[in-house]
C-alpha cells in the first residue's frame, strides 16, 4: 500500500520549508521526484520509495534540525539562490553540509544577526506576525527624529500603501558629522515585511545610513563576528520556541553541539 502524501506536507515534515513556501518551491520549478520536475501543486510522493529532492539535494524525514545562527555581512542576499549571480548568505556557511534555508529578511545592503535552519515548523512561527516575535534593529540615520516623528515610527507610518504595525522606537546617541548630525536608534519590529526599517525612516525624512539587526526573539550574540556563524545551543532552540508560541518539543530532539558532547563521553 502506497504511503505517497502531498509534496507540499513532504518538504514541511522534512523541514526544507512551510507548507506555503513548498508550494512556491514547487510553482518556480525547483522540486523534483525521480528526476522530474514537479510543479503541480497537490501532487504526491512516497518518501521512503520516491527520491525527492530540491535544488538538487535529496529530501529525507529522517533529516536532522539544524539552526545556524549567522552574523550576515553587507553585501550578501538574504536567500539560497540569485538569478544576478549576487553572492547569497549560503555562501558564508558551507561547512553546514543538511540544506538550510534563511528564516526572514535581511536587506543586501544591510548585516546583523540571520537564522538559518531547515525546521519548517519553527520557521512558519518565526515570520509570521501573528506570533508577534520580535527583531531589534540598530538603526543609524540621517539628523535627528524630532519627539513627533519618533511617536509616528512606534504608532506606525504607511509603508508602500499599508501601515506597519506599533513598533518600539528609542533614540541611542546622536553625533556630529562631515555631512551634519547623524542618529543611533534602536527598532523593535514585530512583521519584516521587504525593506521595512529603511522605508519607516524615509516615510518620516530620516534616509538610514546603516542597519544592524542585534536580536531575533530572545537571541543574541555580541561577540559573533560578522561573517561568522555558529549553532545554536539547545537552550537557545527551546527559547525561540517559546517565543513563537510552539508547543515544547524538550527531549524529542538534541542539537548537533549535544550529540558532540554526549559522543565525547
Request: proline share 4%; glycine share 8%; no cysteine.
Amino acid at each position: 500500500m502506497s504511503a505517497a502524501i502531498r509534496l507540499q506536507k513532504l518538504l514541511s515534515a522534512a523541514g526544507v520549508s512551510s507548507r506555503r513556501a513548498a508550494e512556491r518551491l514547487m510553482s518556480s520549478g525547483r522540486v523534483t521526484v525521480n528526476g522530474k520536475v514537479v510543479t503541480t501543486l497537490g501532487t504526491k510522493a512516497d518518501p521512503v520509495a520516491d527520491d525527492v529532492r530540491v535544488d538538487g539535494y535529496r529530501v529525507t524525514l529522517s533529516v536532522r534540525r539544524r539552526y545556524v545562527l549567522l552574523r550576515k555581512p553587507r553585501g550578501y542576499v538574504t536567500t539560497r539562490s540569485d538569478p544576478e549571480g549576487r553572492r547569497t548568505v549560503l555562501d558564508l556557511v558551507k561547512r553546514v553540509r543538511d540544506y538550510v534555508y534563511p528564516v526572514g529578511r535581511l536587506d543586501y545592503e544591510s548585516e546583523g544577526l540571520l537564522l538559518l535552519t531547515n525546521d519548517g515548523e519553527l520557521a512558519a512561527r518565526l515570520t509570521h506576525p501573528r506570533y508577534g516575535v520580535v527583531r531589534v534593529y540598530e538603526v543609524r540615520v540621517r539628523g535627528i527624529p524630532t519627539a513627533d516623528r519618533l511617536d509616528r515610527l512606534r504608532r506606525g507610518v504607511r509603508v508602500d500603501g499599508r501601515r506597519t504595525a506599533p513598533a518600539s522606537v528609542r533614540l541611542v546617541r546622536r553625533w556630529r558629522t562631515a555631512r551634519g548630525i547623524d542618529a543611533l536608534l534602536s527598532v523593535g519590529l514585530h512583521e519584516g515585511r521587504q525593506r521595512q526599517v529603511r522605508k519607516m525612516f524615509e516615510a518620516v525624512g530620516h534616509p538610514v545610513v546603516r542597519l544592524r539587526r542585534v536580536q531575533i526573539g530572545p537571541i543574541r550574540d555580541r561577540r559573533l563576528r560578522i561573517g561568522e556563524y555558529r549553532e545554536l545551543t539547545r537552550a537557545e532552540v527551546e527559547a525561540l520556541r517559546r517565543a513563537a508560541g510552539e508547543p515544547d518539543r524538550i527531549g524529542r530532539e538534541r542539537t548537533r553541539d549535544e550529540r558532540r558532547d554526549h559522543h565525547r563521553h
